[in-house]
C-alpha cells in the first residue's frame, strides 16, 4: 500500500534479493523511499515464497513506481560495504536508514558437534556484516550531521537459548548486544539503532523446516497466534521502525513472534 512515510528517505537494505530483504525493501519504496538493493545476487534464493521469483528485487520496486538501484555487496568483507554506502550516496546523495538484514543460518547439530566453518560462516555473515554495515552507516550519519537509522535484523534466536542451533544463536545474541551498544553510543547524534528479533517466518532460510509437517505442527501449536510469521509482518515493523512514529523507540529488540516468547507451551 503506498504511503508517505519514508517519503524522502534513502535507505539500504543489504540481503534484499530475497526474504525479509526483499519484501522490507519493496515496502521502503511503497512508503516513498529511495532504496539501494544489495546482496550477493540479484534474483531471490530458490526454495522461497517471494511472489515474481523470476524478478529482480530492483525491477518489482521499479514496476510499483519506485525508485531503486543494485550495489552487488557481501556482508562479510568490509570494503564492499564500505563501497555499498559510498555509491548509496554518490547515486542517492545522502543515507537516512540502514538496514542490516543479509544473515545466513547453521543448524541440525549439538554443540558439540557443530565445526568451526559452522560457527564462523555464522559470524562471518551475521556479526561481521551487522558490525561492518553499522560501522559505515554511522561515518555517513556523522558526515551528515542530521542523525539516522539503523535497524539490525536479529531473530529470537538473539534473545533465548534454542536447541541444535547454538552457532546460529550465539551470532544473533551477537547482533542484539551490538544494537544495545549503538544505541547507547550513538543516541546522542540523532542516530536511532533498533532491532527486529521474528520467531521462524515463511523464507528460504525456513523452507526445511516448514516442510517437515511435524515440525511444522509442534512449531503452529507454540504460537498464541497460532501461524508462522511472513515477511509482510518484518517489513510493516520495519517501515515503522525506520519512519517517525517510532522517534522515541531506541535500543530496542523487537519480538515479532506470535506471543511465542511470552509461554513455553500454548493452548492448543
Ligand atoms: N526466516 C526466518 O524465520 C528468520 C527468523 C529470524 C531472523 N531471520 C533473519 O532474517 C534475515 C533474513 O533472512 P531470510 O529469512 O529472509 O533469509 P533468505 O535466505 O530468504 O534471504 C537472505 C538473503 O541474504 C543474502 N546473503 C547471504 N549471505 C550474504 C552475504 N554474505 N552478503 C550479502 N547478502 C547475503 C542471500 O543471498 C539472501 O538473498 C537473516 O539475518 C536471518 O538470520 C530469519
Not at 537509522?149 to 545474541?173: E, R, W
Not at 546522542?188 to 520467531?199: A, E, K, L, M, S
Request: net charge negative; proline share 3%; with cysteine.
Amino acid at each position: 500500500m503506498p504511503s508517505d512515510r519514508l517519503e524522502g528517505r534513502v535507505a539500504v537494505v543489504t540481503g534484499a534479493a530475497s526474504g525479509f530483504g526483499r519484501e522490507i525493501a519493496v515496502a521502503f519504496a511503497d512508503a516513498g523511499a529511495t532504496v539501494m538493493v544489495s546482496d550477493i545476487r540479484e534474483t531471490p534464493n530458490e526454495g522461497g515464497f517471494e511472489d515474481a521469483p523470476g524478478m529482480t528485487t530492483v525491477d518489482l520496486i521499479r514496476e510499483h513506481g519506485g525508485t531503486a538501484d543494485f550495489v552487488e555487496c557481501d556482508v562479510t568483507d568490509a570494503a564492499q560495504v564500505k563501497n555499498l554506502i559510498d555509491e548509496t550516496v554518490r547515486r542517492f546523495g545522502r543515507l537516512d536508514v540502514m538496514m542490516n538484514n543479509a544473515g545466513i543460518y547453521r543448524g541440525g547439530k549439538l554443540t558439540h558437534e557443530f565445526t568451526e566453518d559452522d560457527l564462523m560462516a555464522c559470524f562471518d555473515v551475521n556479526v561481521k556484516g551487522t558490525f561492518f554495515g553499522a560501522q559505515e552507516a554511522v561515518k555517513q550519519f556523522l558526515a551528515q550531521g542530521d542523525g539516522g537509522v539503523i535497524i539490525n535484523l536479529v531473530s529470537t534466536a538473539g534473545l533465548q537459548g534454542h536447541p541444535n542451533q547454538s552457532v546460529y544463536n550465539v551470532s544473533k545474541g551477537a547482533q542484539a548486544n551490538l544494537t544495545r551498544c549503538l544505541a547507547i553510543e550513538y543516541g546522542r547524534d540523532g542516530i536511532r539503532v533498533n532491532g527486529i528479533c521474528p520467531t521462524y517466518a515463511k523464507t528460504s532460510l525456513t523452507r526445511a523446516f516448514y516442510d517437515d509437517k511435524d515440525f511444522d505442527t509442534m512449531f503452529v501449536d507454540s504460537i498464541p497466534l497460532k501461524r508462522w510469521g511472513e515477511s509482510k509482518d518484518v517489513a510493516d515493523l520495519a517501515v515503522f521502525l525506520a519512519s517517525d512514529e517510532s522517534s522515541y523507540i531506541h535500543g530496542a529488540l523487537v519480538p515479532l513472534d506470535g506471543g511465542e516468547t511470552l509461554c513455553r507451551y500454548s493452548v492448543t
